[in-house]
């Protein structure tokens, strides 16, 4: 298993015994009719990649809110403390599910995935100081907010370069999900980040902050 692939299945083991019979109760998103940051520009000019455009920028949005939104004295606060408590793991690096972790996790994934092992990849700094993808220390929230605007860069950058044949690529033997075409999972890249988002959105509810409201929160009105 290869250096982000160890860290995913971890984290993923994690959340499933979580939320595995309350699954429901984790927030539904329904995008929004337009969005309002990303731009697509790229060859492949269809629907479907323009689609794939919007849902990322509403799955970031979404992490950005909840990352914003989470304060100081929940920043290491652990969501699962007896299943996932913040702590060092055996490769080294930490291992944990706080919200910056979680955000971490969720970001780290997307960058990684773009690249696809395609070509080489190295998340920016200062985020390449991690070991098998494991943090090796805790992130500030200008940091990974910081990280979100990467990660916007890195898939416009990604969808304007993408054709039909670069789309319909085998991912390599080094990946996790080898074998899978390209465009499979740069479809359900998305849903990874509305996936950590809402689990940090639903942390801070119920424990009594209010967050701000976003596209398919009850009673959202643009």
Not at 124 to 134: C, K, L, S
Request: net charge negative; hydrophobic share 40%; proline share 8%.
């Amino acid at each position: 298993m290869t250096t982000l692939n160890r860290a995913h299945a971890h984290i993923g083991r994690s959340c499933s015994r979580r939320f595995g019979e309350h699954a429901a109760a984790i927030p539904c998103v329904h995008v929004s009719a337009r969005s309002a940051d990303m731009r697509y520009t790229g060859s492949v000019s269809n629907a479907f990649v323009q689609s794939m455009a919007h849902n990322f920028e509403q799955a970031l949005r979404l992490m950005e809110a909840a990352l914003t939104d989470c304060p100081e004295d929940l920043w290491q606060t652990d969501l699962w403390p007896d299943e996932a408590p913040t702590a060092p793991t055996p490769h080294g690096g930490l291992h944990g599910s706080a919200p910056w972790f979680l955000g971490y996790h969720a970001l780290l994934t997307l960058d990684y995935d773009l690249a696809g092992e395609f070509e080489p990849w190295a998340p920016p700094q200062p985020f390449d100081e991690n070991t098998y993808g494991f943090p090796d220390r805790r992130f500030t929230k200008p940091e990974l907010l910081g990280y979100v605007d990467w990660c916007r860069d890195r898939v416009r950058q990604t969808l304007d370069g993408l054709t039909e044949e670069m789309a319909a690529r085998l991912l390599p033997s080094a990946h996790r999900y080898h074998g899978m075409l390209f465009a499979v999972i740069v479809g359900s890249m998305p849903l990874h980040v509305v996936e950590h988002a809402s689990q940090i959105r639903q942390f801070l509810t119920a424990a009594g902050i209010t967050v701000q409201p976003m596209p398919g929160d009850r009673g959202y009105a643009r």
